[in-house]
């Protein structure tokens, strides 16, 4: 396993969950680490991305304000952290990692590499 994920679980409407995904060695130096999340029925999406250096972070618009990622290299960890949970957040989240350049990743994600099994998070009302 390349990259694995915990961290989810239910959660009440309004209330904050701690996303965390560590990267084996084999992913490469330099990566870009970063979550989509996927719901029933639907596409998987972006949510945040996190270049390898921590200077540049990204958001899908449905989570700004809310969400915030982080990222420690020592411990090859990236942490999502989600405040203000509603219904709607509700999915499969994924630790995706990989070169491409974290300002693509919105539009990308075919594109990237390495993916965890995900965790569930769900949020009721």
């Known amino acids: 396993v390349q990259l694995q994920a915990c961290g989810g679980g239910l959660v009440q409407a309004g209330g904050s969950l701690r996303l965390s995904c560590v990267a084996s060695a084999r992913i490469e130096s330099g990566s870009h680490m970063g979550w989509f999340c996927q719901a029933p029925g639907k596409e998987r999406e972006f949510v945040a991305v996190?270049?390898?250096?921590?200077?540049?972070?990204y958001y899908a618009d449905s989570v700004k304000g809310r969400f915030t990622i982080s990222r420690d290299n020592a411990e090859n960890t990236v942490t999502l952290e989600m405040n203000s949970l509603n219904p709607d957040d509700t999915a499969v989240y994924y630790c995706?990692?990989?070169?491409?350049?974290?300002?693509?990743?919105?539009?990308?994600?075919?594109?990237?590499?390495?993916w965890g099994k995900g965790t569930q998070v769900t949020v009721s009302s």
């Open positions: 996190i270049s390898y250096r921590g200077g540049r972070t």
């Open positions: 995706a990692a990989d070169l491409l350049d974290a300002s693509s990743w919105k539009r990308s994600r075919f594109a990237l590499n390495y």
